[in-house]
């Protein structure tokens, strides 16, 4: 966390500028406002200790004023049940370090739903803050015969009230000066007063923190401590729950006293206040126009139409994401793959430079940035979804799949995505308000079948299953790999919940925001800010990995084992091509390419087996005895912890191929498929293939998931996710291959 | 009386009462959902769960326990 708030800190907001925060309930355009007004002067970072995005931007208000503007979270209220609303109340009782008080809080609210709006802008006012309140949409109410005395709402609340539609760009001028002129002049919002009994408990609530020497809370934050039942501000007090209890019970009480129920007083109040400042502001229609918005919900969440169209969206979306990205992909390997072919010639002379620089440094580079064609798709699409408001209708349409596990709809297209990769699924995961429902998500994502793990199934299928039980069992061999994750992600997600979060059910209430025509800038935006954040923060981590990684599977390089195992090779290469050994070694000496390039293949196979990854394969492998893998699978499984499909060229290595094998290697097909133990059984049965999927199918090999997830929920989470997938795959390689041989033997 | 969970497509009717566990209720009260709003039934998700609810200015989607604390008179 210090490290967070010492970035945050360097983030360095000029102290001299105003300091504006942007609030909101959410779909308000809030974001188009925020984008508006900076134009491209803004920057996006992330709040200390919590993942929520932190949107900050520079705006000239008037030619001597600039303004240091912040975008914060859409939020219904100051009762803040996510992380996203506790970073609302934090940035106004000034809790975030690096971060001034705001100036002014600009309120930005719904013209066609302003009476909902007013209650959070009057939760605001509450804190102090000089308030602004910008009627965004206005453009909506017109057009469903909606009108709002804007003057007349002014002179009640006390505040500047401004008009506009942000997507247009009107009323941003005034609302600029409505800022400024609020700084200068700042007013107090009128606002609801309380009965006695709401002030004799807070301030009983004051006495009680004063007297246990508890840290001091502002009025608001007391109001939220009697209100909230399950309110943030209780964690930063430092009582104990049973202190908390006693207290706030103690509190609520007095309100019941009073004939008051704390749980509904403060909307009931609130409401209530709001309702006569209301009074004549708003003019409705006689007779409610129907906008074109409800017929296009009509079929967007229709029980079957809705359903057919969100399948042909997310097939449109995912057909994108293969169709688009492979070639990226492709050319992203093939130009790192060039250029480390360009750089290896150049340092031959140096050959562990050689080495480092190119299977460390640009594989490793090339293993960050090969990500990246996905991870800008996806965000591309993502944010058109939300923009537009269909990513509300698809949560709604999905949520039945997911509520029974503690997830809700929001899960549904982090997980699908985790079907392409994994990254993209636990960024995209951020979609999800819920903090709990979001980590469970981020948690499971690596299970669901990506696409790094079609080679290994493509390999040991095509080597053992596919030729002993034709096309038909294979194809569904590989269904069930894709199928095993998901089957086994639901279950654990319910898990997680109840055992870890003992949480039952969040609940799940979600607003359907009006069908809007998305801004393209800001999705071109985002995606791009998704980009840098990945290759920045994910990208160094992984490289380093990947440094470590060589660095294991490199040393201890001694000459004495090239030179033992060319003994080896020569004498085996002889006897088994009728060969005088002499010969062999004339041709080795002559530069035979044949020869050479098998001698170079079992050198490098040699290295391998004596390197430290070798050594801690050749380890560990008793346990994986169980699952029926040798040394050289345990080795493959250790090497490709950077990455699954690492395991195809590590057995490449070990089986004295040379790392230049793929999936469908004939020589490496053949050379597993005629690999013995000493004893001289096979070592791949089909239980073992089977294992090795299965292993590959639930472990978290692929460090740029790890590196993503540390960012994303931390280093902890991070650690619990790889160490609960292992264990997983584990018992599921272990299960597979003693059930298979138990069913193998009684056939 | 009837709670909002078991009323049908189409169906609307006025909030009379909202009672929910814990901080629920302060939540559904936020956003909208207060004793006197107006709410009317649009339809239910493809697998039975959540439904969709119109209000007085924005539509929402809830699942049926949460409509459960909501009771509605005609």
């Not at chain 1, 080495?355 to 965000?379: H, K, R, T, Y």
């Not at chain 1, 925001?513 to 800001?522: A, C, E, H, K, Q």
Request: negative net charge; contains cysteine.
């Amino acid at each position: 966390m210090s490290r967070l708030v010492q970035s945050i800190a360097n983030a360095s907001i000029d102290d001299a500028t105003l300091q504006v925060a942007l609030i909101g309930n959410p779909n308000t355009g809030k974001s188009t406002a925020f984008n508006r007004l900076t134009g491209i002067r803004q920057r996006t970072g992330n709040y200390p200790g919590v993942t929520v995005e932190r949107r900050y931007g520079t705006c000239s208000l008037d030619a001597d004023h600039n303004a240091t503007i912040v975008d914060l979270p859409g939020t219904y209220s100051l009762a803040a049940a996510s992380a996203d609303e506790r970073v609302v109340v934090d940035v106004l009782s000034g809790h975030i370090p690096g971060t001034r008080l705001p100036d002014v809080a600009v309120c930005v609210a719904d013209a066609t739903n302003l009476m909902r709006h007013l209650f959070l802008v009057s939760q605001i006012a509450e804190t102090g803050v000089s308030v602004v309140l910008a009627v965004n949409l206005m453009d909506a109410a017109e057009s469903q015969g909606i009108s709002i005395d804007a003057k007349l709402l002014s002179e009640r609340l006390n505040i500047p009230v401004v008009p506009m539609c942000a997507s247009r760009g009107r009323g941003l001028d005034e609302l600029r000066a409505a800022i400024l002129k609020a700084h200068q002049q700042p007013t107090k919002m009128n606002n609801l007063q309380w009965p006695q009994a709401v002030h004799e408990a807070t301030e009983y609530l004051r006495q009680s923190l004063a007297a246990e020497k508890a840290r001091d809370l502002t009025p608001p934050e007391l109001l939220r401590l009697l209100f909230d039942q399950d309110s943030a501000i209780a964690d930063r007090i430092g009582w104990s729950a049973a202190q908390h209890r006693m207290h706030v019970d103690q509190a609520r009480t007095m309100l019941h006293e009073a004939n008051l129920d704390p749980d509904t007083v403060e909307p009931m109040l609130r409401y209530a206040f709001l309702a006569e400042i209301m009074e004549n502001v708003v003019t409705h229609p006689t007779v409610r126009r129907a906008t074109g918005g409800e017929s296009i919900d009509r079929l967007l969440t229709h029980r079957f139409w809705g359903l057919i169209v969100f399948a042909a969206l997310m097939y449109g979306v995912f057909w994108t994401i293969y169709t688009g990205a492979g070639p990226m992909m492709d050319a992203i390997d093939g130009t790192f793959g060039w250029l480390g072919e360009i750089v290896g010639t150049q340092l031959e002379s140096w050959p562990m430079i050689q080495s480092l620089v190119v299977d460390g440094l640009i594989a490793g580079v090339g293993g960050v940035v090969i990500f990246l064609p996905q991870i800008l798709i996806l965000f591309f699409f993502i944010s058109l979804l939300e923009d537009t408001g269909y990513m509300a209708r698809a949560a709604y349409l999905m949520d039945k799949l997911f509520s029974w596990c503690g997830l809700n709809g929001k899960s549904f297209v982090p997980l699908l995505s985790s079907f392409a990769c994994a990254i993209p699924g636990v960024m995209g995961a951020r979609t999800i308000d819920n903090p709990r429902s979001r980590l469970t998500t981020i948690l499971i994502a690596p299970l669901m079948s990506c696409s790094a793990r079609l080679p290994v199934y493509v390999l040991l299928i095509g080597a053992f299953i596919e030729p002993k039980y034709g096309s038909a069992i294979a194809a569904a061999v590989l269904f069930g790999m894709h199928l095993l994750g998901l089957v086994i992600a639901l279950p654990f997600a319910l898990l997680f919940n109840r055992v870890i979060f003992k949480v039952k059910r969040s609940p799940f209430i979600l607003e359907m925001p009006s069908y809007r025509v998305p801004d393209l800038r800001d999705a071109l935006w985002r995606m791009w800010n998704r980009g840098k954040d990945f290759l920045m923060t994910a990208g160094t981590v992984i490289l380093a990995m990947s440094i470590v990684i060589w660095a294991l599977s490199y040393f201890p390089r001694g000459e004495e084992v090239a030179e033992h195992e060319q003994t080896v090779f020569i004498t085996e290469y002889a006897a088994a091509h009728e060969l005088s050994p002499q010969r062999v070694g004339e041709l080795i000496e002559a530069g035979n390419e044949e020869v050479t390039g098998e001698l170079d293949a079992h050198i490098e196979g040699a290295y391998l087996e004596q390197s430290y990854l070798g050594r801690m394969g050749k380890a560990v492998q008793p346990l994986f005895a169980p699952a029926g893998f040798d040394w050289k699978t345990t080795v493959g499984v250790l090497a490709s912890f950077p990455a699954r499909e690492v395991i195809i060229s590590t057995l490449g290595i070990t089986y004295n191929l040379g790392a230049d094998v793929d999936e469908s290697s004939e020589g490496l097909i053949g050379s597993m498929k005629s690999a013995h133990w000493p004893d001289g059984s096979p070592v791949f049965t089909i239980p073992v293939a089977l294992a090795v999927m299965v292993f590959f199918a639930l472990c978290m090999q692929c460090m740029a998931t790890l590196a993503v997830m540390g960012r994303e929920a931390g280093w902890g989470w991070a650690a619990f996710g790889f160490t609960y997938m292992t264990v997983l795959a584990w018992f599921g390689a272990v299960f597979t291959y003693q059930v298979g041989t138990w069913i193998g033997n009684m056939a | 009386m009837t709670t909002l969970n078991l009323m049908k497509k189409n169906q609307s009717g006025r909030i009379a009462s909202i009672r929910a566990a814990g901080s629920l209720t302060g939540r559904l009260m936020a956003m909208g959902l207060l004793p006197g709003a107006k709410v009317q039934v649009l339809g239910v998700a493809p697998l039975g769960d959540p439904m969709l609810v119109q209000l007085e200015g924005c539509r929402m989607s809830l699942r049926r326990s949460e409509a459960e604390s909501l009771t509605i008179e005609e």
